[in-house]
């Protein structure tokens, strides 16, 4: 049973992870063929990276996201009983695969992180976010108002009839990157952050800077109370 939940969400945000950060390396990295192609490049780039990963774990409900797993919780689902224990596969499973997501994506552009061109800040952005203007309470709210928006039209779309499926959560990234990921570079999903992070801090990049930690707690906790608190606004107004 288990096994159900931890393979297709490991894939899931495996995949999630290495096309999100595969477009923001194609964006910032010397000699790419997709160098300064800009913000609209990696908000359409990670939106279409939650379109594959979504597909990728259909099984387990495609959560890919512990923001969107805290907020169906939040929301009254019990994810089908034993739900403290079905919580821990989801994110465990999230943050492994976001790991290996990262690493693939190293690896995919090895010589670019190598290239002594290459910008130490540019070689961490790759991996992680970070705030234009550090602000640590503001980033905070950033990333529970981005999280909020995310999680609850979530659970809006699984209780409308539509035909859209994955394009839906697709195009709703692309319109939370565009209108609100200027700030902090939108994380709306822990995983999405600390697991990159963590490859970054481990992995052998020539003239890499420190994985910045100090700012780590924000993309973590944000999008942790910007999904319950969805999950719970979901659940008094009865979109569940």
């Given at each position: 049973m288990f096994v159900d939940i931890f393979v297709p969400e490991l894939f899931g945000t495996a995949v999630l992870l290495l096309l999100g950060g595969g477009v923001v390396a194609n964006a910032l990295l010397p000699r790419t063929g997709g160098n300064g192609g800009g913000p609209l490049m990696i908000h359409f780039g990670w939106g279409l990276a939650v379109f594959a990963?979504?597909?990728?774990?259909?099984?387990?409900?495609?959560?890919?996201?512990?923001?969107?797993?805290?907020?169906?919780?939040?929301?009254?689902?019990?994810?089908?009983?034993?739900?403290?224990?079905?919580?821990?596969?989801?994110?465990?499973?999230?943050?492994?695969?976001a790991f290996i997501g990262a690493c693939l994506m190293?690896?995919?552009?090895?010589?670019?992180?190598?290239?002594?061109?290459?910008a130490?800040?540019?070689?961490?952005?790759?991996?992680?976010?970070?705030?234009?203007?550090?602000?640590?309470?503001?980033?905070?709210?950033?990333?529970?108002?981005?999280?909020?928006?995310?999680?609850?039209?979530?659970?809006?779309?699984?209780?409308?009839?539509?035909?859209?499926?994955?394009?839906?959560?697709?195009l709703l990234v692309v319109g939370i990157g565009a209108s609100l990921g200027g700030p902090t570079g939108y994380a709306i999903n822990p995983a999405r952050d600390l697991g990159p992070r963590l490859a970054h801090q481990v992995l052998p990049i020539p003239g890499k800077r420190d994985s910045n930690w100090r700012y780590?707690?924000?993309?973590?906790?944000?999008?942790?109370?910007?999904?319950?608190?969805?999950?719970?606004?979901?659940?008094?107004l009865n979109y569940v």
């Open positions: 990963g979504v597909f990728v774990a259909y099984k387990s409900g495609a959560h890919i996201n512990p923001a969107v797993t805290l907020g169906l919780i939040a929301s009254g689902d019990d994810l089908g009983g034993n739900t403290v224990v079905k919580a821990l596969v989801y994110i465990s499973a999230q943050l492994i695969g190293w690896t995919a552009y090895k010589k670019h992180f190598d290239d002594p061109d290459a130490a800040d540019d070689k961490l952005g790759t991996f992680s976010t970070a705030p234009a203007i550090e602000a640590p309470p503001w980033n905070l709210v950033t990333e529970v108002l981005g999280t909020f928006v995310l999680v609850f039209v979530i659970i809006a779309f699984g209780n409308t009839p539509n035909e859209l499926g994955p394009l839906a959560v697709a780590a707690w924000v993309p973590i906790v944000g999008p942790s109370i910007g999904g319950v608190l969805a999950g719970l606004t979901a659940l008094a």
